[in-house]
């Protein structure tokens, strides 16, 4: 019947142009110029999972999508535990934008915990950092460093919250399954230390 089908173009046609409208996130400088990427408020509310950066009604919340460098230690590594811990950033909304699998020198190690030195821990950490492979990954996320911190739980395993990665996968306060920079400076630094330019996304079109 005519009625119906000219009832149905109409229909498509204003959903196209809805679709179209705000669906892509767009590239802003962050403070240092670092990239990160704003989020724009068309999607569908049922998608809300909290994680985004929009209210459950869609309406953009101002957050920003950042990156943070975090490192699978060796005991998660050689536990076989990488995809389980992939799928939980994954599940939480912090995606594995970089990624790859080495085996730190004691000297590297010490650079990376040069912060830490002097501390009584410092030389067994560094000793066990290196003693087996670890997986160091870019994750990019809404406010990527405190989401991927909340994630990990406290540094001391035996002591961290159930339910969180190190509570999980690590043992106690040295070998506790995941590493996570602690400030937005402080990731882009760390993941200065492991990437270059061309593995990361930093143009206008990143893919998550
Ligand atoms: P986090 O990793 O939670 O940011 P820190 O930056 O304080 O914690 O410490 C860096 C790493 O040093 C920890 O992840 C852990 O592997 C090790 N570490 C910290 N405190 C201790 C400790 N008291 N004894 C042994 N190792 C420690
Ligand atoms: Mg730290």
């Known amino acids: 019947m005519w009625f119906r089908r000219v009832v149905i173009a109409v229909g498509a046609i204003i959903f196209v142009e809805a679709s179209h409208a705000g669906c892509g996130r767009s590239a802003v400088e962050a ?26 009604d869609g309406t953009a919340t101002g957050a920003l999508f950042t990156r943070t460098l975090s490192i699978l ?20 909304g912090l995606h594995v934008v970089a990624q790859k699998r080495l085996r730190l020198t004691k000297e590297q190690a010490e650079k990376f915990y040069e912060i ?7 030389e067994s950490l560094c000793e066990y950092m290196s003693s ?6 870019v994750l990019a996320g ?37 590493h996570g920079s602690d400030s937005d400076k402080t990731a882009e630094q760390e993941i200065a230390l492991f990437f270059g330019e061309l593995e990361l996304m930093t143009g206008a079109h990143p893919v998550f």
């Open 142 to 178: 809404v406010n990527a460093v405190s989401k991927n911190r909340e994630l990990m739980g406290a540094t001391n395993s035996a002591t961290a919250r159930p339910g969180t990665i190190r509570r999980d996968y690590g043992t106690d306060s040295q070998r506790n399954a995941v």
């Open 116 to 122: 830490h030195r002097g501390k009584p821990y410092y």
């Open 73 to 92: 230690k060796p005991d998660a590594v050689a536990g076989g535990h990488v995809n389980a811990i992939n799928a939980r950033f994954e599940r939480n």
């Open 132 to 137: 087996g492979d670890v997986v160091v990954q």
């Open 31 to 56: 403070d240092g110029g670092n990239p990160v990427f704003s989020i724009s408020p068309a999607h569908s509310p049922e998608d809300d999972n909290g994680t985004d950066g929009t209210s459950a």
